[in-house]
């Protein structure tokens, strides 16, 4: 009997949690496995906005997919450029796969609501190789302002775009950085601006008011100005533009950070799935509607918070979820056993970081502040490696400075 051929597309946090759990629950005899990844590692997407200030090292951030997947799974390191629902097709660069049941995991890209000079100008926290390119440019632009004869102020100006979690973790990185840049090249730190610009009425929109004062009267203390209710409308070569009541501004600037929020991968929206910006909105057992051999899952997946009536933001903690329901669920269809298990986010809480040694969270549904909010988000940090890779993984790529 020919087995059926299970295809993951993707290795972040919902594609690896559901192929380390399904190589478990299906046996060799029941099913091939095939993972598609671009990269031969797995990165952390939530660490990013580490690597991308230059706080934490980029191989700090990722490891070897083979290091958690069984050796019985068929890793194919390839970039996925399209989806044929129709064909059970996957087209690769370079070559194609067939597939008896899906599970798309690919992540999201930023949203850039169409701003003329996003794409060309501003960097974006999306990946390793864009984390290394942020965190070299803000260094370039220290060294190369130390050579210039006629100094240009403007260079050392680094705007963030958007003050949501993103936005938020990455301010209070660089607020940490910036004072060791200007050690290492010799520059008053006053010279040196970060602003942050978001169009919201407020940072952290919808979070607990008395969290967000406090995020913002941390990051405002290191030096970070904001500039709320205001947004971003154009990004060029030297800087961005921006309007607030309708007054426009150009703000010159060195180093334009894209933060202002994500949509699903542009694989979806192509393959022809109904979709709100790349995220499908999923039945509850996590298949694409129609399609009854296609699970998505993570930032490409839309489901609805019933008590509000709006979708969960995509997280990694619903990714990581999901991938638990969508392993069981596949087992159960290759099992011919029918029962299928419907999605139910259990949102544990949120904590921001605000640096190495500071953050602000609701766990529980109690808030957090400060070492203790901070100790809680390396706790997290560590939960996730722990969840794909064991313990092993823990120690070698965990966080254990507490304190
Ligand atoms: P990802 O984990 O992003 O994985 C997608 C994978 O697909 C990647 O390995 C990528 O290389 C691969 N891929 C993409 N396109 C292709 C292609 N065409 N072909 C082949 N492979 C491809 N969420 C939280 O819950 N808590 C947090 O603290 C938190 N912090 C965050 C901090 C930052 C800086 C950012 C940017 C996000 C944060 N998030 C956090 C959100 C969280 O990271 C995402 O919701 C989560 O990563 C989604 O998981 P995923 O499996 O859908 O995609
Ligand atoms: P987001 O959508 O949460 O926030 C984007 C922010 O940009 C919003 O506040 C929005 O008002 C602002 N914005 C949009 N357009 C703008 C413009 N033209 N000018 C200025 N500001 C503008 O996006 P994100 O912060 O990238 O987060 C993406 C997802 O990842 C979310 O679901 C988030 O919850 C999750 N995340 C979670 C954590 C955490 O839990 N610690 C950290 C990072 C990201």
């Not at 999201?108 to 290394?132: C, D, H, M, V, W």
């Amino acid at each position: 009997m020919n087995k059926p051929k299970v295809v993951v597309l993707g290795a972040g946090y919902g594609g690896l949690i559901t192929v380390t759990r399904l190589q478990k629950l299906v046996g060799v005899n029941e099913a091939d496995i095939t993972l598609v990844n671009k990269n031969d590692y797995h990165y952390e997407t939530t660490w990013l906005h580490e690597a991308s200030a230059g706080t934490l090292h980029h191989d700090k951030c990722r490891y070897q997919i083979k290091d958690v997947i069984s050796s019985r799974v068929n890793f194919v390191q390839d970039t996925v450029t399209s989806i044929k629902p129709e064909e059970k097709k996957i087209v690769l660069e370079k070559g194609e796969l067939d597939y008896d049941y899906l599970v798309v995991s690919l992540g999201s890209q930023p949203e850039t609501f169409g701003i003329q000079g996003l794409k060309e100008y501003a960097f974006g926290i999306t990946n390793i190789n864009a984390a290394r390119q942020l965190r070299e440019h803000i260094e370039l632009q220290f060294a190369t302002y130390q050579t210039e004869e006629n100094k240009q102020d403007d260079r050392l100006t680094i705007v963030v775009g958007g003050a949501g979690f993103t936005g938020i973790e990455f301010l209070g990185e660089l607020s940490n950085r910036v004072p060791k840049l200007c050690r290492e090249y010799d520059i008053d730190p006053k010279k040196v601006r970060i602003i942050c610009v978001e169009a919201a009425p407020t940072a952290l929109p919808g979070f607990d008011a008395e969290l967000v004062e406090y995020a913002v009267s941390h990051l405002e203390r290191k030096g970070v100005e904001f500039k709320i209710g205001t947004a971003i409308k154009e990004c060029t070569e030297d800087g961005i533009v921006v309007a607030k009541d309708d007054v426009m501004e150009e703000i010159k600037a060195g180093t334009v950070v894209w933060a202002a929020g994500v949509r699903g991968n542009s694989v979806v929206e192509e393959a022809g799935f109904e979709n709100m910006r790349g995220r499908v909105k999923v039945n509850p057992d996590l298949r694409a509607p129609g399609h009854n051999e296609v699970f998505i899952i993570g930032d490409c997946s839309l489901i609805i918070n019933e008590e509000i009536n709006r979708p969960y933001p995509p997280t990694a903690q619903i990714a990581m979820q999901q991938g638990e329901t969508c392993a069981k669920n596949l087992a159960s269809l290759i099992k011919g056993q029918g029962e299928m298990e419907g999605f139910k986010p259990d949102i544990k809480g949120t904590v921001a970081s605000l640096g190495e040694d500071d953050a602000v969270g609701t766990v529980f549904g109690k808030k957090l502040v400060g070492t203790k909010a901070s100790f809680m988000k390396k706790m997290i940090d560590n939960r996730a490696l722990f969840m794909v890779g064991g313990p092993g993984m823990v120690m070698k790529k965990g966080k254990f400075k507490f304190f």
